[in-house]
């Protein structure tokens, strides 16, 4: 009888041993989490922002700053990443002036463009390429979407080619960085300028939740040429002016005709105003623009990595894999 119970507990401390040494297997078998598919639109903190055609994965959501929430999305083929979006946003009830990002205002980028900027609201885009690995300062739901590459195996590129877009008012704010794997030695794609204008169009109908999501963006593929240089474009303060003198213009002139009563000297007085009154109008609103933005609209964030010119991005990634 003894021997009977020794046996059973030899069989008892193998079952135990055998257990131990497949448990943490099965466990590192376990296969990693299932993403959230979304395709269109994202829907985030009452917010639109439109995604590229396709399927695209929820990779990572984290909170960047306070009152800001990041969002990480992966575009798959062939089982490598070949497309990301990061989203940021300001949380329902924080402010959301951050004013133009500073990569619009950059001169050493393919394309660079504020559409508008004031002491209230702002809309603006540029291209830049990165080279992943180069630096720390990455968002951390970029990070945390590596993180969910590496879990299953999906290859990360090494560039990317990358069209940041904002667009802010005092309620809302939302910046999205779309990012398009980059082959070792292709070129900057040139059409991502004129993608990024169909994207800046999407945001801001976005911030006020106007966009279908049965109308997702173009794939870059099917982007448009880039838009003509725009270093001569009129800024929005001199559109301002011009349709500002125009109906005060016409008002004077009304009003100059009536209290007068004489064409010829309705004209002259008219005139005066109309050759005076624009620079006077002009300079006061260059000034607002300058000098009456708070320095917090003027806010940054990380992104995927640096973002560099596509010639340095070529060199920094160069010099990255020497150093590894």
């Known amino acids: 009888m003894a021997r009977g119970a020794s046996g059973r507990g030899v069989v008892s401390r193998r079952a135990v041993l055998l257990a131990a040494l497949l448990v943490p297997a099965l466990a590192a078998a376990e296969p990693a ?5 979304l395709r269109g639109v994202l829907s985030i903190e009452g917010k639109q922002v439109a995604l590229p055609e396709g399927a695209w994965l929820r990779a990572a959501v984290t909170q960047t700053a306070p009152g800001v929430v990041s969002v ?45 900027i004031s002491d209230h609201d702002g ?6 390429a990165v080279a992943a690995g180069t630096d720390t300062a990455v968002d951390p739901a970029w990070t945390a979407a590596g993180a969910a590459a590496l879990a299953h195996d999906w290859a990360m590129p090494a560039r990317w080619a990358v069209a940041g877009i904002r667009v802010t008012d005092p309620l809302a704010a939302v910046q999205v960085r779309y990012a398009f794997a980059l082959a070792p030695g292709q070129p900057f794609p040139p059409g ?27 794939p870059l593929a099917l982007a ?3 838009p003509a240089e725009t270093g001569g ?15 005060a213009t016409t008002l004077d002139f009304t009003t100059n ?9 309705a004209s002259l007085l008219s005139a005066w105003n109309t050759v005076t009154g624009p620079w006077i109008y002009l300079g006061h609103e260059l000034a607002w623009d300058y000098f009456g933005a708070p320095a917090e609209q003027r806010r940054d964030f990380p992104g995927l990595g640096p973002e560099l010119p596509p010639a340095a991005a070529t060199v920094a990634r160069g010099a990255e894999e020497k150093r590894l």
């Open 224 to 226: 448009a040429p880039a």
């Open 33 to 37: 989490p299932r993403l959230e598919t």
């Open 72 to 116: 990480a999305l992966l575009q798959l083929r062939d089982g490598k990443v070949a497309g990301g979006v990061l989203v940021q946003v300001n949380q329902a009830g924080a402010p959301g002036n951050w004013g133009s990002a500073p990569a619009c205002s950059r001169r050493d980028l393919p394309y660079a463009r504020v559409r508008i």
């Open 192 to 218: 991502l300028s004129g993608w990024a204008e169909t994207a800046l169009d999407s945001a801001e109908r976005g911030v006020l939740n106007l966009l279908d999501p049965a109308q997702p963006l173009p």
């Open 257 to 265: 005709v009536i209290a007068i009563g004489n064409l010829v000297t």
């Open 233 to 247: 474009e009129v800024p929005r303060a001199v559109w301002k002016t011009l349709t500002f003198r125009a109906i």
């Open 123 to 128: 809309a603006c885009a540029y291209v830049a």
